[in-house]
């Protein structure tokens, strides 16, 4: 599938840049192939337009705000949260701008320290992270960087509990815990929620960030896909710590997504620095990061394009429900090209007498 030929995914909300850096000025960023320039308003407001002056297409981003109107660097044309024109420097006081002197603006807004965006009618929320609203736990921006990797792989990336073992061989995989101990599976209107519980090695720099010096561990996991790029992780460990992953790949290309994690967590700065947590948890995307940019950004959805096994069985209902969401809105999955065979037809490795030298 590739997801800038799906215009279902233009009616969800992402994050596309930290809310802190429209204070250094206008941001570009790249969402679905659609380029957007993002400003803070005069109300202090986030907003979102395409990066395209319709007057000779210059990048707004290049450009600065002007009592929250984003300005054009070439003429100076200058246009509102909506889009609208709403000065023209070359245009006499007397004159009327012209209706049609705008540019497409988005639906845009502040959640969680980032700005979102949806670039169409969106029939979903922004993922509810319920504990962000409890003084009881912290948020911790992590990471925020393009990965050459198509969003449905990292999203079933992490509900995948076969892969640490292989994967997370210097962070918190377990040779001895190849698969589970449990993993269980439930459809929900947002998308699925997987419970499951996984032993794991608990490292010297674990050790000290959760407060365990055990060698290893039990994680109870409690998994939440929200359709269609977002997962929620949440870490609950034997002492009752709880470290929650947040992860959305915003999807930049068929091919690029900007991963974009925080994490939030019931412990204080001063028991855990958030440095720590961060290295941590650095080390473990990075060792998913190698394997996910080797895969293929086109994601089949029919389960008979790639094998599968037990432990897939989240990433299968995850493709379902894609496939189901693009039926329901009249759409067909875009590939690449069209399905190949799946497997060639063995190769004859005998060789017959005749050809012998
Ligand atoms: S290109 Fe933007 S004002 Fe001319
Ligand atoms: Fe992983």
Redesign the pocket.
């Known amino acids: 599938m590739l997801v800038t030929q799906q215009p279902v995914f233009r009616q969800f909300w992402y994050p596309v840049v930290l809310c802190e850096s429209l204070k250094a000025g206008p941001q570009s960023f790249e969402l679905l192939g659609e380029p957007l320039v993002l400003w803070l308003d005069g109300a202090g407001q986030p907003a979102a337009a395409r990066d395209r ?1 319709c ?4 990048k ?1 981003s290049l450009g600065c705000v002007d009592q929250g109107h984003i300005r ?6 200058q246009f509102d949260a909506t889009g609208a024109c709403v000065h023209v420097p070359q245009l006499g006081a007397d004159k009327t701008i012209p209706a049609n002197y705008r540019v497409p603006a988005y639906r845009c807004t502040e959640r969680y320290g980032y700005v979102w965006v949806c670039l169409a009618e969106p029939i979903a929320d922004i993922p509810p992270i319920d504990e962000t609203a409890s003084s009881d736990y912290r948020l911790i921006h992590e990471f925020y960087e393009p990965w050459q990797t198509a969003g449905l792989r990292v999203m079933e990336n992490e509900l995948d509990l076969a892969h640490p073992t292989f994967v997370h061989t210097a962070t918190f995989g377990s040779e001895e815990h190849p698969v589970p101990d449990s993993l269980e599976i439930e459809d929900t209107d947002y998308g699925i929620r997987v419970r499951g519980l996984l032993g794991v090695v608990n490292p010297e720099q674990q050790q000290k960030n959760l407060k365990m010096d055990a060698g290893g561990t039990v994680r109870t996991l409690e998994m939440d896909w929200f359709m269609p790029f977002t997962i929620k992780l949440k870490i609950i460990y034997p002492n009752g710590l709880e470290h929650i992953v947040v992860n959305t790949m915003t999807p930049i290309s068929d091919r690029v997504s900007q991963m974009v994690q925080f994490c939030v967590r019931n412990d204080t700065e001063a028991e855990t620095p958030a440095q720590d947590v961060i290295a941590f948890d650095r080390a473990v995307t990075l060792e998913d990061k190698q394997i996910l940019e080797s895969t293929d950004y086109d994601v089949p959805l029919s389960p008979s394009q790639e094998e599968h096994m037990l432990t897939d069985r989240p990433g299968v209902m995850i493709r379902k429900k894609v496939a189901a969401l693009l039926k329901q809105h009249g759409e067909v999955e875009q590939t690449r090209q069209p399905p190949a065979t799946k497997s060639p037809a063995p190769v004859n490795h005998s060789v017959s007498a005749g050809s012998r030298r």
């Open positions: 002056c007057h000779r297409t210059a707004l054009c660097p070439y003429h100076g044309w």
